[in-house]
């Protein structure tokens, strides 16, 4: 193989050198301050990208939090307004059972009163048609006529 053999180094090296040259001159060095270039600048955009992305989601915290305090202070503002309203629906309520109340009372101490009205009324009518009855039996069974008077204390002496 003629790269082994030793008297062919050096055109060899002069080739390598030659050509490393023209490689590196051509090619290599006006492109690579052209890739440091893109290098730099996707840099440059990736840190510009997370600053804005750091700032979105503090933004993004700041809301959250603006909002779940508002949610709170709904939450408790909603809360209150359904004790209030629950305590006046139990005022209203109590107050309209007491009325009814004072109503039915109203209307039973009525009923009362003409029941016992009714009650005397048909004990004074038992009692007269009681002492006609019995005068009646009295006189059909033993043929005298007893005064209504007397049957009447009879009547009141055997209660």
């Not at 055109?11 to 893109?38: C, E, H, S």
């Not at 909603?78 to 005022?91: C, I, N």
């Not at 029941?115 to 048909?122: E, I, T, V």
């Amino acid at each position: 193989m003629p790269q082994f053999d030793p008297t062919t180094w050096l055109p060899q090296l002069a080739w390598l050198a030659a050509i490393f040259a023209v490689l590196y001159f051509a090619v290599i060095r006006p492109t690579l301050p052209k890739v440091g270039r893109v290098i730099d600048e996707r840099e440059t955009r990736v840190a510009g990208d997370l600053d804005a992305a750091e700032a979105a989601k503090a933004e993004a915290d700041a809301i959250r939090t603006r909002y779940d305090t508002g949610m709170a202070a709904a939450r408790d503002a909603a809360q209150a307004r359904v004790a209030a309203a629950q305590a006046d629906a139990a005022g209203a309520a109590e107050a309209r059972l007491k009325d009814l109340a004072a109503v039915l009372d109203g209307k039973a101490t009525d009923a009362a009163a003409r029941l016992a009205g009714a009650r005397d009324a048909a004990r004074a009518t038992l009692a007269a048609t009681t002492t006609e009855l019995t005068a009646e039996a009295v006189t059909r069974l033993t043929g005298l006529s007893v005064p209504p008077a007397e049957i009447e204390a009879v009547l009141s002496a055997q209660k």
